[in-house]
């Protein structure tokens, strides 16, 4: 009965069956077409689209050059085609520590004649922007990488914990308390601080030894020459812009504590400004007032991230995602995760992901992780879904929870130019 119902709708990956049936496909992205039969068999047919009326939290895994960050990036195009009243009450921002996302700014001329096949058109993308670390923007720029501006991190505005997590110091050892000492001083005069005020203040505590202050010295030298903490800092409501794609590219960035402390602070402050538009926009039509405050609803995209929120241990960025994973729905911000191994990412995470994009997939700790999202499927069912999954490049299986489905996929090609190609000689 539910088949038959379903049948007479478009597949919309993430849609539920009162909202198929309200809106059939509006508001959603065209990200692929539904495959039937198996190996040399299989064919492709009807457009599979993937709802974007609501926040979502998504996994797209697979094995190396499987074409996970490939379909991202239509995930992202599909955004950027939305009509302007879906698209500029939305933003995405993207966490890229590969570098492959600028490319979309330019044509897929790669691939021009597998998209005529798909009656599709090489485009790159208007709506993106690429941020870089502010101390390496030279570097990027001699790269030939088109960069639109520079994002930098304000330690006031971090917490104690997350710079102790970062810099993998334990709270209560001599290094922990010293550092929280100076952090506790320079925060509490409200004023604009860096690591090289940090540093100041560190020198002028008598209290620690000359071994744990030298130590922490050199540890924060090292993070200020990466260039990414100044007194400016960031602003997230200048960072993420209604309607655009925010690639933020630390590709030439080899600090993790520093990368972990941006994105658990750029997470942190779109979760809570995001909180707060939303308190508004329900006051604002309560009242039939226009809202004082806006901030829209916003899309995360972790490239490579089992580096942000890990299973075997703690980072900066672990809680302020764990958050958005748990508690993202109601606010509006959805979460797009991508990894090769699902079982190196943190099972919060997994618990609260609701739709899967995955290609094949080898170790059985991995698909092990996979029934761990979809308890509804058997182990079984899933391995032997993706065990019969088309050799071509681009071909998924779907795990839907809202609709407790499962289907195989071929993403469509992509119109945007993709710079995370395999490497080849020749
Ligand atoms: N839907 C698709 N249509 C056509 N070609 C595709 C598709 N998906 C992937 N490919 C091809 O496969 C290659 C590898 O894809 P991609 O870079 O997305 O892999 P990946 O899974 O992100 O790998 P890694 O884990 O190494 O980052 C692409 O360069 C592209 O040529
Ligand atoms: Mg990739």
Redesign the pocket.
């Given at each position: 009965m539910f088949e038959d119902v379903v049948k007479s709708y478009p597949t919309v990956v993430g849609r539920e069956r009162k909202d198929l049936e309200k809106f059939g496909n509006l508001c959603s992205g065209y990200i692929g077409k539904h495959i039937v039969g198996k190996g040399e068999e299989a064919h492709l047919t009807t457009k599979v689209f993937l709802d974007f009326m609501k926040v979502h939290v998504i996994l797209v895994c697979?094995k190396?050059?499987?074409?996970?960050?490939?379909?991202a990036s239509v995930i992202l195009e599909e955004f950027s085609f939305l009509p302007d009243e879906f698209r500029k009450k939305m933003s995405f921002v993207v966490i890229d520590p590969v570098g492959i996302y600028w490319s979309m700014k330019f044509p897929n001329k790669q691939?021009e004649s597998?998209l005529r096949e798909w009656n599709l058109e090489p485009k790159g993308l208007e709506n993106l922007k690429v941020l870089v670390p502010s101390g390496q923007i030279d570097e990027y720029k001699k790269a030939g990488i088109p960069v639109d501006g520079t994002i930098s991190l304000n330690l006031k505005d971090l917490t104690i914990e997350e710079i102790l997590l970062a810099f993998g110091i334990k709270r209560l050892s001599e290094e922990g308390v010293a550092l929280e000492k100076s952090f506790s001083k320079l925060q509490t005069r409200g004023l604009d601080f860096d690591l090289l005020d940090m540093i100041e203040e560190l020198k002028k505590d008598e209290n620690v030894k000359k071994e744990v202050k030298q130590g922490l010295i050199s540890l924060l030298e090292t993070a200020n020459s990466w260039g990414l903490v100044s007194k400016k800092g960031l602003k997230v409501e200048d960072i993420v812009e209604p309607g655009k794609i925010t690639v933020i590219d630390f590709s030439r960035m080899r600090s993790e504590e520093l990368r972990n402390l941006l994105v658990a602070l750029l997470t942190r402050e779109i979760y809570r400004l995001r909180v707060l538009s939303r308190k508004e926009e329900e006051r604002a039509k309560i009242s039939g007032e226009k809202p004082k405050f806006s901030f829209p609803i916003t899309w995360m995209l972790f490239e490579e991230a089992h580096n942000f929120i890990p299973s075997e241990k703690e980072v900066a960025s672990s809680l302020p995602i764990k958050i958005l994973a748990r508690q993202g729905r109601e606010p509006g911000v959805g979460v797009i995760v991508i990894t090769?191994m699902p079982s190196r990412l943190h099972q919060d995470i997994l618990s609260q992901t609701d739709i899967v994009i995955s290609?094949r997939l080898t170790s059985r700790d991995d698909l092990t992780a996979l029934h761990a999202v979809m308890q509804t499927y058997m182990e079984e069912e899933i391995e032997s879904y993706i065990n019969s999954l088309p050799r071509f490049?681009?071909a998924a299986i779907i795990l839907d929870d809202n609709l407790e489905k499962v289907f195989t996929v071929?993403?469509?090609?992509r119109i945007s130019w993709?710079a995370?190609?395999?490497a080849q000689l020749v």
């Open positions: 697979g190396r050059g499987s074409g996970k960050s490939y379909s691939q597998l090769q290609f490049p681009g071929a993403i469509r090609p993709h995370g190609g395999t």
